[in-house]
């Protein structure tokens, strides 16, 4: 845990410039600054690199995990004139600074930083450090964070929260994410397994835990680009159902089963969840990646409206993150801001409570924490090598925001700071779940 205080030590020079290299102020200032933000971080295992070349590496000798690399003289300026989550994140995105090497390894050092606490004497002394370095140069990315007006978890300020992640573009999603477009946590048999394998096995292990059945109608409420209601389709001949607020999700998802030949048994609509009507009840419902877009002040009404529309006997399948720690689901932060605005996590034990309210019996809830780590570092490698490619399509500060997220998400999770967590509940049927004395079918392939 880093100390409550920093220390303010007089300049160094860990590495010195090359002869070649005209002295330049500002680095010696930069370089003091950093030195005593970093004064009691454990073990520094980054080299920083400013902008003339200059580096500054770590005095054990040990290799660097990353390298920080300042672009300009107003770099830490940009960076801790106002010391936040967001800032850091937009002096990334507007390329202040870039991370090479380990991006996911630099989050232990954002970690840090959030939490020292300086004195007040100590603030002053770096705002006015801070201060000696050149102004904001004031320019912005193309990409911009989320401005949304309204009732927060209101049907308008949904729609509008879901399409500004959602509708941003379907062919650069389909860049980087598996073949089926599922925008998820896969289902690794291995660290090495390739990510298209492990969604199919997500997809397939889904369906099984509902232990679908040919005929039943199966509802998937949150479908993305529809890549679980054509699995089930296709393979347990259910007749599904997806929603999504998204019109080019949904556009796509519609053209995938028409491509598939499943359209007289599967199909993606327009719908809020809080819409549906009961009067034909489902068999099975199943939400993926989508619980975290409700709000925890809106879980009973959703649990309530899942009771309602599934039949008695049927099952209910949530698969989503959760924390159990409050700070992670802050807003203001900037991957709430820059990617998934008025998304909220809770801890697992909030959402049990709220299905256990709405009539719901709870019969298995398994994490998969590590594979959403595994299934993110796969996203950001399979981003960076199209990653020219991805910039001419939506624009480089676009691809930094999602690049720099994902990489803080796999953080999270590798240090379970996030969980993934699937929850399967039942609507009991005056006392009989429908659910096998054993979970063997679930593993059988």
């Given at each position: 845990?880093?100390?409550?205080?920093?220390?303010?030590?007089?300049?160094?020079?860990?590495?010195?410039?090359?002869?070649?290299?005209?002295?330049?102020?500002?680095?010696?200032?930069?370089?003091?600054?950093?030195?005593?933000?970093?004064?009691?971080?454990?073990?520094?295992?980054?080299?920083?690199?400013?902008?003339?070349?200059?580096?500054?590496?770590?005095?054990?000798?040990?290799?660097?995990?990353?390298?920080?690399?300042?672009?300009?003289?107003?770099?830490?300026?940009?960076?801790?004139?106002?010391?936040?989550?967001?800032?850091?994140?937009?002096?990334?995105?507007?390329?202040?600074?870039?991370?090479?090497?380990?991006?996911?390894?630099?989050?232990?050092?954002?970690?840090?930083?959030?939490?020292?606490?300086?004195?007040?004497?100590?603030?002053?002394?770096?705002?006015?450090?801070?201060?000696?370095?050149?102004?904001?140069?004031?320019?912005?990315?193309?990409?911009?964070?989320?401005?949304?007006?309204?009732?927060?978890?209101?049907?308008?300020?949904?729609?509008?929260?879901?399409t500004f992640h959602y509708d941003f573009s379907n062919e650069f999603f389909?860049?980087?994410?598996?073949?089926?477009?599922?925008?998820?946590?896969?289902?690794?048999?291995?660290?090495?397994?390739?990510?298209?394998?492990?969604?199919?096995?997500?997809?397939?292990?889904?369906?099984?835990?509902?232990?679908?059945?040919?005929?039943?109608?199966?509802?998937?409420?949150?479908?993305?680009?529809?890549?679980?209601?054509?699995?089930?389709?296709?393979?347990?001949?259910?007749?599904?159902?997806?929603?999504?607020?998204?019109?080019?999700?949904?556009?796509?998802?519609?053209?995938?089963?028409?491509?598939?030949?499943?359209?007289?048994?599967?199909?993606?609509?327009?719908?809020?969840?809080?819409?549906?009507?009961?009067?034909?009840?489902?068999?099975?419902?199943?939400?993926?990646?989508?619980?975290?877009?409700?709000?925890?002040?809106?879980?009973?009404?959703?649990?309530?409206?899942?009771?309602?529309?599934?039949?008695?006997?049927?099952?209910?399948?949530?698969?989503?993150?959760?924390?159990?720690?409050?700070?992670?689901?802050?807003?203001?932060?900037?991957?709430?801001?820059?990617?998934?605005?008025?998304?909220?996590?809770?801890?697992?034990?909030?959402?049990?409570?709220?299905?256990?309210?709405?009539?719901?019996?709870?019969?298995?809830?398994?994490?998969?924490?590590?594979?959403?780590?595994?299934?993110?570092?796969?996203?950001?490698?399979?981003?960076?090598?199209?990653?020219?490619?991805?910039?001419?399509?939506?624009?480089?500060?676009?691809?930094?925001?999602?690049?720099?997220?994902?990489?803080?998400?796999?953080?999270?999770?590798?240090?379970?700071d996030y969980n993934l967590y699937q929850t399967l509940l039942v609507r009991p049927d005056n006392g009989v779940?429908?659910?096998?004395?054993?979970?063997?079918?679930?593993?059988?392939?």
């Amino acid at each position: 845990m880093p100390s409550s205080s920093i220390h303010l030590p007089e300049p160094t020079l860990a590495t010195q410039a090359a002869p070649s290299v005209t002295p330049d102020p500002h680095v010696d200032t930069s370089r003091r600054i950093l030195q005593a933000i970093f004064s009691r971080y454990p073990h520094r295992d980054f080299t920083v690199q400013f902008w003339n070349g200059v580096r500054w590496t770590p005095d054990t000798g040990d290799p660097s995990r990353f390298t920080l690399h300042l672009r300009h003289p107003g770099a830490l300026r940009q960076m801790f004139a106002h010391r936040s989550e967001r800032t850091l994140g937009e002096a990334f995105v507007h390329g202040d600074f870039d991370v090479e090497g380990d991006l996911e390894a630099a989050f232990r050092a954002v970690d840090y930083l959030m939490l020292v606490r300086p004195s007040l004497l100590e603030q002053v002394h770096l705002l006015q450090l801070v201060r000696h370095l050149p102004p904001a140069s004031g320019k912005h990315g193309e990409f911009q964070p989320a401005t949304l007006a309204g009732r927060v978890h209101s049907k308008a300020r949904d729609r509008r929260a879901v399409t500004f992640h959602y509708d941003f573009s379907n062919e650069f999603f389909a860049l980087w994410l598996d073949r089926a477009m599922v925008y998820s946590c896969a289902y690794f048999a291995s660290p090495s397994e390739d990510v298209d394998t492990a969604q199919a096995r997500k997809l397939d292990y889904l369906c099984r835990k509902l232990r679908l059945k040919p005929g039943e109608r199966l509802l998937d409420i949150g479908c993305g680009w529809g890549g679980l209601i054509v699995h089930a389709a296709r393979h347990y001949g259910v007749d599904a159902t997806g929603i999504t607020l998204s019109e080019p999700q949904a556009h796509l998802a519609n053209a995938r089963i028409r491509q598939a030949g499943l359209g007289d048994r599967c199909r993606a609509v327009i719908r809020d969840y809080r819409d549906l009507g009961a009067d034909t009840p489902f068999d099975k419902i199943v939400s993926v990646g989508m619980i975290e877009h409700v709000g925890e002040a809106c879980l009973p009404e959703f649990c309530s409206q899942a009771f309602r529309v599934l039949r008695p006997g049927g099952a209910f399948l949530l698969h989503g993150i959760g924390t159990s720690r409050p700070a992670m689901s802050r807003r203001g932060a900037f991957g709430e801001q820059y990617v998934f605005p008025d998304t909220e996590l809770v801890s697992v034990a909030t959402t049990i409570a709220a299905a256990e309210g709405a009539g719901f019996e709870v019969r298995d809830v398994e994490s998969l924490r590590e594979h959403y780590a595994l299934t993110l570092r796969q996203w950001i490698r399979r981003l960076e090598s199209r990653w020219t490619e991805a910039c001419d399509m939506v624009g480089e500060s676009a691809c930094r925001v999602w690049r720099l997220f994902m990489a803080g998400a796999a953080y999270r999770f590798a240090v379970s700071d996030y969980n993934l967590y699937q929850t399967l509940l039942v609507r009991p049927d005056n006392g009989v779940s429908g659910v096998p004395l054993t979970r063997g079918d679930w593993y059988v392939k």
